[in-house]
């Protein structure tokens, strides 16, 4: 049992979450700039990217998809006053999920990256779910 407080574990892990978003994107800087960054036509490099930077493009993209989905979960938590441990664990679940969903997505280890994608859609659910089972009481 972690002793931490639930509507502060809920807010912070926006920001952290928003930080996943951009992990995967540094990878994809480097490998432009070994390839020699293009600033007149900055997509039109993909193609020219490793195969792990378009991995890590994919992660990139996955990332804002999931975290859309996720702010809400934890502010609806955080102002229906959810305070229970499965709340913090989702909280805590959630960020470390994608953090390792990208992870996986750059090293091409699909069943992991599955799983991780799995255990971050569980913890958005499971927010929303005791967010409207609270607000029902």
């Known amino acids: 049992m972690l002793n ?9 892990s926006i920001p952290f979450a928003a930080v996943t978003i951009y992990l ?3 990878l ?3 490998a432009r700039v070994k390839v020699g960054y293009d600033l ?14 378009r991995r890590a493009t994919w992660a990139h993209q996955n990332c804002f998809e999931s975290f859309m989905i996720y702010a809400p979960a934890a502010l ?16 805590i679940a959630y960020v470390t999920a994608r953090v390792l969903f990208s992870v996986f997505y750059i090293l091409n280890i ?5 799983l991780m994608f799995g255990v971050g859609s ?4 499971n927010l929303f779910v005791l967010s409207i089972l609270k607000a029902n009481t």
């Open 40 to 53: 007149s036509a900055p997509r039109s490099m993909f193609d020219k990217l490793p195969q792990y930077a």
């Open 4 to 12: 931490l407080p639930v509507p502060s574990t809920l807010l912070y």
């Open 110 to 114: 699909p069943i992991l990256r599955s």
């Open 28 to 30: 994809v800087a480097y």
């Open 24 to 26: 995967p994107y540094l």
């Open 76 to 91: 609806m938590a955080y102002v229906t006053g959810v305070d229970s441990q499965l709340a913090l664990y989702a909280a």
């Open 122 to 125: 569980a913890c958005i659910i």
